[in-house]
């Protein structure tokens, strides 16, 4: 992979769209539907947690092999193995070490991804392409350092344990913003063209004005909770694709969880040929809710299935006892004094997580 100049850099999104700002613009109706199913849902399940021996339990039992059952307050790459389809990771510590980069930056081709150790909805995530940037971006907080998967589509992968055996019970296309150069328009005038202003006024490079032909990605990472409509794929898995994902489950030891991909297309996703974004464990949340296509009624149906056969994953296994008190310690910490305990997991990394997993 080649190294673009500045000049040459594809648009990107600056940073998230904040809550407030999604508000004004209104609530999709997909994101109401799925606010509605979720409290329609919530008193059945309360008693289902109380049912339990601690109403934490389940979401550490559902993946016993998993830091804090794969939660995102857990960090990321305690939930990523080594092997493909998993990619090469560095994690970069609060005082960056050079050398580690340099390193591992000689190893890959750049562009990279740097990417928080600790969040989710694809907070703080950039596209990296010089050294610079990297050390400039770096030392705020733990991050991970990844190479760029330069593929146009990006897929939720939910699966659970059936027995020995992976099942995959929901694919789900996750659209990436992106344009279609022509040659004449600059990048602004093209994202204009496609999306709301609201949206296009994160894009940086603009005034560049891409090849005729050429795709051009708006979004380093795809977020269903901002993206474009997601698409239930489901009937597409394939014998080969749950073979992979069985696979990258094992080396983690994932009994319930999603598993973030990117790859060419649709057809070489059903080839098992992918690349692992992220694993999350306890609860992720099927995306095929995004899909605006299905009902309230069809929402809250699917959401109670996900649910219910969480709690059946996590019945039949128990994870340390340390693990649920540390959960407690961390909610309750959390409840008291939010901004301190945010702080820590940002802040305060040990030294064998700072190791390099290239």
């Given amino acids: 992979m080649t190294n673009p100049s500045r000049d040459e850099e594809p648009g990107l999104f600056k940073r998230v769209v904040s809550v407030q700002e999604a508000l004004r613009r209104g609530l999709p109706t997909q994101k109401l539907r799925l606010l509605l199913a979720h409290i329609y849902l919530f008193p059945w399940f309360v008693r289902r947690c109380f049912d339990c021996e601690l109403p ?11 830091d804090l059952g794969g939660l995102p307050i857990a960090p990321k790459l305690s939930r990523y193995g080594t092997e493909p389809p998993y990619l090469p990771s560095l994690r970069i510590g609060n005082d960056p070490d050079l050398a580690a980069i340099e390193e591992f930056t000689a190893k890959h081709a750049f562009p990279f991804v740097l990417k928080p150790l ?35 589509k990006e897929y939720g992968i939910n699966v659970m344990r059936v027995g020995d055996r992976l099942r995959i019970y929901g694919l789900t296309e996750v659209p990436i913003r992106a344009v279609w150069g022509d040659g004449e328009q600059c990048l602004q005038a093209l994202a204009e063209e496609k999306y709301a202003p609201a949206v296009t006024s994160q894009i940086e490079n603009g005034h560049w004005t891409p090849p005729a032909g050429k795709h051009v990605p708006l979004q380093v990472a795809a977020d269903p909770a901002t993206g474009p409509v997601c698409r239930d794929r489901t009937e597409a898995v394939t014998p080969a694709l749950r073979r992979a994902c069985q696979q990258a489950a094992d080396q983690i030891g994932l009994r319930f969880g999603r598993f973030d991909v990117k790859a060419r297309s649709l057809d070489a996703l059903q080839e098992g040929d992918f690349y692992v974004l992220e694993a999350n464990g306890s609860p992720s949340l099927d995306l095929t809710l995004y899909d605006d296509r299905y009902s309230l009624a069809e929402k809250i149906e699917r959401l109670r299935a996900h649910w219910d056969e969480f709690f059946h994953q ?22 008291v004094a939010p901004g301190r305990c945010v702080a820590s ?8 997580e700072l190791t390099s997993r290239a």
């Fill in 118 to 152: 600790f969040g989710a909805h694809s907070r703080g995530v950039q596209k990296i392409t010089s050294l610079d940037e990297i050390l400039t971006s770096a030392g705020t907080e733990p991050m991970v350092l990844q190479p760029y998967v330069d593929a146009p």
């Fill in 345 to 352: 997991f940002r802040h305060e990394v040990n030294d064998g």
């Fill in 56 to 66: 934490l339990r389940p979401f550490l039992d559902a993946n016993p092999n998993l």
């Fill in 314 to 335: 996590s019945r039949a296994r128990t994870s340390p006892d340390e693990n649920s008190w540390r959960l407690l310690a961390i909610l309750l910490w959390f409840a």
